[in-house]
């Protein structure tokens, strides 16, 4: 059974950076397709980026020109690099992962907050 366990997050001010960690087990993490979502209180889930099997890297948004998707699928880790932070980047960050099998797995998310 596929795991995938979130960290990074935190408290942040506005202009400040984080990167969050995406570990995962339990499947084949170098053949997954893996994005990253948020989502704030009251509000719809919102797409981040993701990056694909191949390294080949898409972003919403929100995210481009500040956030930057990466993995390393020697330590079985997809990550996300956060810069220029804004309040309303405020939320929950999830990862999920979706393999040409049909499997597909989700974290708990980890909280980013950023303070104005």
């Known amino acids: 059974q596929g795991q995938l366990v979130e960290s990074g997050g935190g408290l942040v001010q506005t202009g400040g950076s984080l990167r969050l960690s995406c570990a995962a087990s339990?499947?084949?993490?170098?053949?997954?397709?893996m994005t990253w979502y948020r989502q704030a209180p009251g509000t719809e889930r919102e797409y981040v980026a993701h990056i694909t099997d191949s390294g080949i890297t898409m972003y919403g948004n929100s995210a481009k020109g500040r956030f930057t998707i990466s993995r390393d699928n020697a330590k079985n880790t997809m990550y996300l690099q956060m810069n220029s932070l804004k309040p309303e980047d405020t939320g929950v960050y999830y990862c999920t992962a979706a393999l040409y099998g049909g499997e597909h797995y989700r974290g708990r998310g980890t909280q980013v907050t950023v303070s104005s």
């Open positions: 339990g499947f084949t993490f170098s053949r997954s397709v």
